[in-house]
Structure formats: C-alpha cells, structure tokens
Antibody, heavy 120, light 107 residues
Framework: EVQVLESGGGLVQPGGSLRLSCAAS????????MTWVRQAPGKGLEWIST????????YYADSVQGRFTISRDNSKNTLYLQMNSLRAEDTAIYYC?????????????WGQGTMVTVSS | EIVMTQSPATLSVSPGDRVTLSCRAS??????LTWYQHRPGQAPRLLIY???TRATGIPARFSGSGSGTEFTLTISGLQSEDFAVYYC?????????FGGGTKVEIK
C-alpha cells in the first residue's frame, strides 16, 4: 500500500527547533512533489510548504517563510521539515502529503500526522 | 493570496439526504479546485480534483462542479461514513489555500 508516515513531533519551548520526518513507501518517491499541511487545534487545514521531486522548486507559506525549511533525501525516501524559531501559533498537527502526478496542488496520499506543541 | 470561503460552516443532515456544499474563491482559480474529506483522528482524503474529477476509489455519490470562483460539492444519499469536515482547496496560484471547512453532522 502506498503510504507516508510522519514522525518527530513533540513539545518544544517558544523559540526552539524541531525536525519532522515523513517516510514514504511503495511509490517512486523521487518522482513526486511532497507537501506539508498543518491543522491548529480547532482550526482548518493550512498549506505550509511544497517541494518538487528533484528539490529544484520550493514553495512556502508566508507564515513560515524564513523559519521553516523543507527538504528531502530521495535515497532514503524521506521528506523533512526543519522548524526553527517556533511560536505558540505553530502548535498543530503536521501532515505530510504526496502530490499526485497531475500537478503540485493535488494531494492524493496523506499521513496520519504528527503533533507539535509549542509551549513553555 | 486567494481567499477560499466555504458555506455553510455546519450542515445538520440525516442519512440518505442529498447535500450541497459551497466554496467561493476571491478571484478565479479556473478549474484548479480540489475537495478533501477529513474525519476526526484520520488522515484527510482526496475526494475531487480539477473541480469535478473523482479521485481513485471515491464513490459516485460524490460529485463536484463549478468554475472560476464558484464551486460545489454534492453528496447524493449521505451515508454514515460521510459525516466529516469537507475542505475546498485551490492550486491555481501560490500560496495554495484551503477554505475554512464545512462540517457535515448528524441531525
């Protein structure tokens, strides 16, 4: 079964850092763009960042630009999200999603998410 | 940024009902509109892409329509597993944006 699995969430203090990972399986990982989406408690979905298969094209939401870095290791079939200068408003479930081959904006496979809590 | 507005915020319906969810974009997104279903504690699920194309494995009771700035998701014959939050999402321009969601709950 095609799947992605997030890990690395946890409790971190404001101003701290955390790195999330997303392990992909049973698809040609390097062929597909990958995306991070988050959901704050009681809120809707928010797109965070997308990275093309070759890592040549990178896109960020304004809310995380300059603080978060998306990357991938195609040899390990893994996507990453390095989160620095974390704020309370970054508290959310972070989902990893595979983009379909159709375009950047269609997310056909999602993980179960990993919870990030930013609090002192 | 393209703002996506969904209405209503909540729909109280009964199994078997036909429901229509609305999504409006602040500017044209052409046909680059997707719909996702999100049940509590589960991964979001792709339902519809390119406004009206059902994703793999999605039942025919789900249908999407619209263009430009006005879109709808229709569920014909609501089943128990359809009670969830539904999000529209545009991928016409960066940054990609989601609507605030419509919660479909049991009446």
């Amino acid at each position: 079964e095609v799947q992605v699995l997030e890990s690395g969430g946890g409790l971190v203090q404001p101003g701290g850092s955390l790195r999330l990972s997303c392990a992909a399986s049973r698809f040609a990982f390097s062929t597909y763009a990958m995306t991070w989406v988050r959901q704050a408690p009681g809120k809707g979905l928010e797109w965070i960042s997308t990275l093309s298969g070759s890592a040549a094209n990178i896109y960020y939401a304004d809310s995380v630009q300059g603080r978060f870095t998306i990357s991938r290791d195609n040899s390990k079939n893994t996507l990453y999200l390095q989160m620095n200068s974390l704020r309370a408003e970054d508290t959310a479930i972070y989902y990893c999603a595979k983009n379909s081959g159709v375009s950047y904006g269609v997310f056909d496979i999602w993980g179960q998410g990993t919870m990030v809590t930013v609090s002192s | 940024e393209i703002v996506m507005t969904q209405s209503p915020a909540t729909l109280s319906v009964s199994p078997g009902d036909r429901v229509t969810l609305s999504c409006r974009a602040s500017q044209s997104v052409t046909s680059k509109l997707t719909w996702y279903q999100h049940r509590p504690g589960q991964a979001p699920r792709l339902l519809i892409y390119d406004t009206s194309t059902r994703a793999t494995g999605i039942p025919a009771r789900f249908s999407g329509s619209g263009s430009g700035t006005e879109f709808t998701l229709t569920i014909s014959g609501l089943q128990s597993e359809d009670f969830a939050v539904y999000y529209c999402h545009q991928f016409h321009k960066w940054p990609l944006t989601f609507g605030g969601g419509t919660k479909v709950e049991i009446k």
